[in-house]
């Protein structure tokens, strides 16, 4: 059996204002769909998105300053796109150590969550 990612979870502070931040990055600017919460769930302070078959759930914990590697990456189909978005929007874009046939950049979301955009170069 062959595995698949079903979620990445990445921290937002507490609170239905920074709820709307995180739907307003992910749905508005990186196009993600917000999935409902189970109903088990419902008193926990989420969000939840789909990534294509796999989930993005940006749960609540207090803010604390973390410089570590940690991300996820999104493959997309039009780097150039996004990137305009994100600049656009104010959100700073940074290139990193080439892999071939794989272009790649950085960006933060509002919470300084990591995040590497990717497309498949088909050279």
């Known amino acids: 059996m062959v595995p698949h990612l079903h979620?990445?979870?990445v921290p937002r502070p507490y609170g239905?204002?920074?709820?709307?931040?995180?739907r307003s990055f992910y749905t508005a600017l990186l196009?993600?769909?917000e999935l409902p919460i189970p109903s088990t769930l419902t008193e926990a302070d989420l969000v939840?998105?789909?990534i294509g078959t796999s989930e993005l759930h940006v749960f609540a914990e207090e803010p604390r300053a973390d410089t570590s590697g940690r991300h996820f990456c999104l493959r997309v189909a039009d780097q150039a796109v996004i990137r305009a978005a994100l600049d656009a929007a104010g959100f700073p874009t940074e290139d990193t150590t080439p892999i071939p046939g794989r272009p790649r950049f950085f960006t933060?979301?509002?919470f300084g969550n990591s995040i590497e955009i990717?497309?498949?170069d088909p050279q």
Do not use: C, N, Q
């Open 108 to 110: 933060r979301d509002p």
């Open 48 to 50: 939840w998105f789909a």
């Open 31 to 33: 196009g993600l769909p």
């Open 16 to 22: 239905s204002e920074s709820a709307a931040i995180a």
């Open 7 to 9: 979620h990445v979870s």
């Open 118 to 120: 990717t497309s498949l």
